[in-house]
């Protein structure tokens, strides 16, 4: 073909079968092949067709009734239910809670507030927690807790827990934000009510050891001058312990 010279058009080529996707076939339905017409069921079937249906109900009512009677019969919880908090004491009285503000921290729904203070204030060297603070302030807002348990593994002094407790309904709002005395555990027998000075000789560190399993008669003596109507002055004389020593003896 000379230079400059236009090349004749192709004629287009057959598409070959082997380039078109194959059809995919229809998927087949398992089972018996539907029928336009389905059988009528005869006049006995449709006569007895309502108390098929009523089949479960019939088979349940001779069995035993399983319904719980709340709030006349109260089942008890498992062991290791999540219900109402608790701030715990000390076999001597003293509040276990520091101050710290870590379970508010930990807390994801922002339920908890917690406001410290210092031992350092309180006259006369008495003291609400041992070391150096304690909780001054604390809330729980019930309208937002989930009831992790975060709050309770954030705690080093193993201050807060939660009891079995799950009646938490209220008429008002305000009453479901629980105060520190809603939450602190109640004097067991032969604690001393606080505040007061921590057992002679000792610091925060033998607290958390749980060196301390009671009163001493030095903090009875001391509440007894400064409180002489304490409620729990006489119980707490009762459970009067020695001090323990250097060595984790007592004196």
């Known amino acids: 073909m000379p230079p400059g010279a236009r090349r004749p058009p192709q004629p287009p080529r057959p598409r070959s079968s082997r380039s078109r996707p194959s059809p995919i076939p229809p998927r087949r339905r398992k089972g018996p092949p539907v029928t336009e017409n389905p059988k009528k069921p005869g006049p006995i079937a449709e006569m007895l067709a309502p108390v098929a249906g009523f089949g479960v109900t019939f088979a349940n009512l001779?069995?035993?009734?399983?319904?719980?009677?709340?709030?006349?019969?109260?089942?008890?919880?498992?062991?290791?239910?999540?219900?109402?908090?608790?701030?715990?004491?000390?076999?001597?009285?003293?509040?276990?809670?520091?101050?710290?503000?870590?379970?508010?921290?930990?807390?994801?729904?922002?339920?908890?507030?917690?406001?410290?203070?210092?031992?350092?204030d309180l006259p006369e060297g008495a003291h609400v927690s041992p070391g150096e603070r304690y909780g001054r302030v604390y809330q729980i807002n019930y309208l937002r807790c989930i009831f992790?348990?975060?709050?309770?593994?954030?705690?080093?002094?193993?201050?807060?827990?939660?009891?079995?407790?799950?009646?938490?309904?209220?008429?008002?709002?305000?009453?479901?934000?629980?105060?520190?005395?809603?939450?602190?555990?109640?004097?067991?027998?032969?604690?001393?009510?606080?505040?007061?000075?921590m057992v002679e000789g000792?610091?925060?560190?033998?607290?958390?050891?749980?060196?301390?399993?009671?009163?001493?008669?030095a903090q009875v003596d001391?509440?007894?001058?400064?409180?002489?109507?304490?409620?729990?002055?006489?119980?707490?004389?009762k459970a009067t312990v020695a001090a323990p020593d250097a060595n984790g003896g007592t004196r």
């Open 62 to 120: 001779f069995r035993p009734v399983v319904t719980e009677q709340y709030p006349f019969e109260k089942v008890p919880t498992k062991p290791r239910y999540h219900g109402r908090h608790q701030l715990n004491r000390y076999p001597d009285g003293l509040e276990k809670c520091i101050g710290c503000e870590l379970c508010a921290w930990a807390c994801p729904a922002d339920a908890i507030y917690v406001e410290g203070g210092d031992n350092a």
């Open 148 to 197: 992790c348990g975060l709050c309770i593994e954030a705690c080093p002094t193993r201050a807060l827990t939660m009891t079995n407790d799950y009646e938490l309904a209220g008429p008002t709002r305000e009453g479901m934000i629980f105060e520190k005395d809603d939450l602190l555990a109640p004097l067991r027998e032969g604690m001393l009510a606080g505040p007061h000075p």
């Open 202 to 217: 000792t610091e925060d560190l033998e607290y958390y050891r749980g060196e301390i399993t009671g009163p001493t008669q």
């Open 222 to 237: 001391w509440v007894r001058e400064r409180r002489p109507d304490d409620a729990s002055l006489d119980a707490a004389a």
